[in-house]
């Protein structure tokens, strides 16, 4: 199973903000903003599972709240995200998982309106050779695990993400051909159980 689909642990932990001097802050807000403004994309990825499998696709996002990674084959793995559930299915073993949006880490970046305060705490910034690396937990519930949102800093671009779930499992992700705005199609981000006519 992808590390951003694991259950959310149930002890609770503690969240341990980022020490932020005022120039951090000033480009997180840049970030903040740049973020909010990215409604759609379109483009490869290549993750690297947490057993270190790396797999490839093309991937779909449109906020709020929906993504399809369409792994390119023989993988067996497809995730659509819509409608507030994340459905991750494994063809291969005829296995279907789904849990709400809110317990991914990989919410945080599909949340209508993204804010790095608040509701999400920063709990590291690292800048330097052009990228930032920003890691984000939840701030109720930091337990579900993390997200590390990795842009490069000028011009401010996304360009891939880590996700650390509860068990401290890591899936990284990089994405490339990157096209921004439009619209996509609604059954992109629609679950069909390949399985339900067999």
């Known amino acids: 199973m992808l ?24 480009v997180l807000m840049q970030v903040d903003k740049y973020l909010n403004a990215l409604r759609s994309l ?13 797999t490839q696709g093309t991937m779909w996002l449109e906020r709020p709240g929906r993504m399809r990674f369409q792994y390119d084959k023989p993988s067996p793995l497809l995730l659509v995200a819509g409608h507030g559930v994340v459905t991750f299915y494994d063809a291969q073993l005829g296995q279907t998982t789904n849990m709400s949006v809110t317990q991914t880490p990989l919410g945080l970046l599909l949340a209508d309106t993204i804010s790095l305060s608040g509701d999400v705490t920063v709990t590291d910034f690292e800048h330097g050779q052009g990228q930032l690396l920003i890691t984000l937990v939840r701030t109720k519930s930091p337990g579900d695990g993390s997200l590390t949102l990795m842009l490069n800093a000028d011009p401010l671009a996304l360009v891939g993400w880590s996700v650390v779930d509860a068990e401290g499992r890591e899936t990284r992700l990089r994405i490339s051909d990157v096209e921004l705005g439009g619209s996509f199609d609604e059954g992109l981000f629609k679950f069909t159980d390949p399985d339900a006519d067999k």
Request: avoid cysteine; glycine fraction near 8%; charged fraction near 20%.
């Open 42 to 54: 379109k483009g490869r990825f290549v993750q690297v599972g947490p057993d270190g499998k790396t």
């Open 3 to 26: 590390a951003f689909l694991a259950l959310p642990a149930i002890a609770t932990a503690q969240v341990h903000a980022a020490v932020l001097s005022d120039a951090d802050e000033a």
